[in-house]
T-cell receptor, first 114, second 113 residues
């Protein structure tokens, strides 16, 4: 079946603008994760959704970052008032019930803030 | 606090040689240790993983060695091939804390033909 998909694949924005990044997890996967990959910080966890439970937001770097997951499927990561340090690759991963530790990653969205 | 430390940052190996990447972790509660392979422009892909109740796991040319007392684990790639040239990340997670992955800093592997 199809893997995790993310859109857009690339996004260039100006400092101060808001951006929305989308993730479509593998069908039937109950858990969804957002990670950020940057040169300075490596790969870091941002936020985690599991079913209908409240998300774990412990990795979000600031209150400019938020995410939602509608209908237990698609997720949107929103960055408000983007800063140059937000430039990174934003990766989404999903996993299925029964094997929650095995995460499948999408190709990522490359965000460049000018 | 860097909970998973990975070395080396880069590695050059001749075709047919053995590639070895090492990781050390701090949180003894971690209960799952995967290795991911990432090619340029792609997302990380799960390569092999181990739980702390075993000391070694082998899948084809890839082997994880795990030393619980030393809080270390390593990836061995036997008979390394140019197609193995990629960035490798070790990671660790804890089931009771949501399974979010804590990654090492990555190792860029180049296998020379």
């Amino acid at each position: 079946g199809a893997g995790v998909s993310q859109s857009p694949s690339n996004k260039v924005t100006e400092k101060g603008k808001d951006v929305e990044l989308r993730c479509d997890p593998i069908s039937g996967h109950t858990a969804l994760y957002w990670y950020r990959q940057s040169l300075g910080q490596g790969l870091e966890f941002l936020i985690y959704f599991q079913g209908n439970s409240a998300p774990d937001k412990s990795g979000l770097p600031s209150d400019r970052f938020s995410a939602e997951r509608t209908g237990g499927s698609v997720s949107t990561l929103t960055i408000q008032r983007t800063q140059q340090e937000d430039s990174a690759v934003y990766l989404c991963a999903s996993s299925r019930a029964g094997h929650p530790e095995t995460q499948y990653f999408g190709p990522g969205t490359r965000l460049l803030v000018l | 606090q860097q909970q998973v430390k990975q070395s080396p940052q880069s590695l050059i190996v001749q075709k047919g040689g053995i590639s070895i990447i090492n990781c050390a972790y701090e949180n003894t509660a971690f209960d799952y240790f995967p290795w991911y392979q990432q090619f340029p422009g792609k997302g990380p892909a799960l390569l092999i993983a181990i739980r702390p109740d075993v000391s070694e796991k082998k899948e084809g040319r890839f082997t994880i060695s795990f030393n619980k007392s030393a809080k270390q684990f390593s990836l061995h790639i036997m008979d390394s091939q140019p197609g193995d040239s990629a960035t490798y990340f070790c990671a660790a997670s804890l089931r009771n804390a949501g399974n979010m992955l804590t990654f090492g800093g990555g190792t860029r592997l180049m296998v020379k033909p």
